[in-house]
Structure formats: structure tokens, C-alpha cells
């Protein structure tokens, strides 16, 4: 029998394709820290049984065609929204992703950039470095204290879950609006329109489909308090970022903090030039441990599919 040939899409962290090799595969590795061209991408997978991508990959049906051997795809992120999953339904390629071993990372993330805004951590940094700071002032940079206002979350799902916990230490009331109901969760689940209107913060955590993408438009910035602060640790295409520019310019809303981008790596410039937003390079996983989580859960998945059985995490299911 041939060796299975697994396809590594670009440079990953520790434990990297051990695991892969490990499990006796060839394994044909892009060890380059950027996204795969789609021609290198083509000419990468087509021999292969497994591909090992990330979020900068898209796997569409012109990519299936020039991979006849593919039996899985395994998505290196929670999210995925770059892979055609009909698509690959319909030739029998598993897809899999990597849930759970980053919810608390991200959660983490998000109450981080959440202090960042509510506390304006981004401009104080900013001053200091450029020498501007003179001394304390009563006055200075004043922010938002969180204590018993209104987080307010739009996607409770596990990273919302999480996000939700940590909201107790805080002493905020939480509320939520999903595609349903929650069993047990003490938070209180409203309309979206309520959401907009009662949340002091309001965080995205939901996933990038059709029906969330641009939820957050100018209409719905134009329903939030004025002083209300956005947070988007999800996916960017959740929020139409030349409505943001212009809601965060006007006052419509007090201030933003993202980490992700309709566009990425592309940012709106208009989101550069101003302060009342904190900018992070989708740091939501960017931990040691995390990573390397994603990138055991991604091998093991290959490592189940290719030998036969079951994997871990999937997102289709084998015919």
C-alpha cells in the first residue's frame, strides 16, 4: 500500500508536523510563514489524501478538482468560513476544525481588548511612548469603569459562554442574543434589538455566515447607546467596517476594539487614523498553548481519517 501524502499549507508552531510524521505519512510542507498562492496551493495538494490548512486558505471546488485524492480537510481554526463545505460534501472529503482547545484564549483575548477600550490602554500607551506624557492629571484620559453595566453578547456559543463567565468578576449584568436558546446559561437571552439598545459593551462572537454577515451596519450602530463600546474578537465580516469609521467619527458610539477585519490582512485606513479603536492582528488564539492545542487536534484528525476511523472534530460527516 502507498504512504498517504498529507499536505501542510504553510509554516505551523510546536509540535509542527511531528505528529504527521510520526504516523507514518509523507508530508509535504510549506514551511513559509505567509498564505499559499492558489497556483503553489493547487500543485501543493494535488497528490495528497489530507490537507492541513488554515483560515488564509481557501479550499473551493477548483481547488477538489486538482486534488481527485483528498479525504479530509482539516481547518487549523474553530471557524470555517475559507472552506466550500458542500464542495467537499459532495466528493466525500471530510472537513474538520479544531473547537474547544481555544475558547478560554480567545475569551481571554476579548476581555483584554474589552479593558483596552473601556480603559483607552491603547491611547495612554500611545502618549507615553511618544514622549507626551507630563504627569498625572485628573483629568487625563478618562474611561469607562465596567461594574454593573450591560455586557452584551451576539453569539453564545462556547467563546461567548466563556466570555460570559469571566463577566462575573466584574459584577456586569450579561446578555445575549444567539440562533437560540441556551439550557442553563445565567445569562439573559434577548431580541437583537434589545441587545443593541441595553449592551454598555457589546461583544461578536458568532461565526461568519450569510446571515451574520455585516449584522453590525450603520442601523444597527445608529441603535446602540452613545456611549456603548464594540468588540469584535469573531469574524470581520461581521461588522461593515465603513459604518464603524463613520459611527466611531460622529460619536454614534463611544469606542471599538477589534482584533479581526472584513477583509484581512486589509484594514479600513479610516480605522487607523483614529484613537477611539484598539487594533490587534487576530491575536483571539495567539497563545503558546493554544496553538499548539489547534495544531494536535488538526494532526489528530488527519492522523484518525486517514487510518479509517472516526476524527475528533468534524464538521461534515464521512458518507
Known sequence: MSVPVVAVTRQIPSPGIAPLQQAGFEVRYRDVDAACPTAELAELVGPAAGLFCLLS?????????????????????????????????????????????????????????????????????????????????????????????????????????????????????????????????SAAYVSFADLLARS????????STAETRQVIDAAALGAMKHTALLVNTARGPLVDEAALVDALRSGVIA??????????????????????????????????????????????????VLNGELPLSSVTSLR
Open 57 to 185: 486558505e481557501r479550499v473551493d471546488a477548483a481547488l477538489l478538482d486538482a486534488a481527485p485524492n483528498l479525504r479530509i480537510v482539516a481547518n487549523m481554526a474553530v471557524g470555517f468560513d475559507n472552506i466550500d463545505v458542500p464542495a467537499c460534501t459532495e466528493r466525500g472529503v471530510m472537513v474538520t476544525n479544531t473547537p474547544d482547545v481555544l475558547t478560554d484564549a480567545t475569551a481571554d483575548l476579548t476581555w483584554a481588548l474589552l479593558l483596552a477600550v473601556a480603559r483607552r490602554i491603547g491611547e495612554g500607551e500611545r502618549l507615553v511612548r511618544a514622549g507626551g506624557w507630563s504627569g498625572w492629571r485628573p483629568g487625563e484620559l478618562l474611561g469607562t469603569s465596567l461594574g454593573g453595566k450591560t455586557l452584551g453578547i451576539f453569539g453564545m456559543g462556547k467563546i461567548g459562554s466563556a466570555v460570559a463567565r469571566r463577566a462575573v468578576g466584574f459584577e456586569m449584568d450579561v446578555i445575549y442574543h444567539n440562533r437560540r436558546v441556551v439550557p442553563g446559561s
Open 200 to 207: 454598555d459593551v457589546l461583544v461578536l462572537n458568532a461565526p
Open 255 to 304: 469606542g471599538a476594539g477589534l482584533d479581526v477585519y472584513e477583509a484581512e490582512p486589509a484594514v479600513h485606513p479610516g480605522l487607523r487614523e483614529l484613537d477611539n479603536v484598539v487594533l490587534l492582528p487576530h491575536l483571539g488564539s495567539a497563545t503558546h498553548e493554544a496553538r499548539a492545542a489547534m495544531v494536535q487536534l488538526a494532526c489528530d484528525n488527519l492522523v484518525a
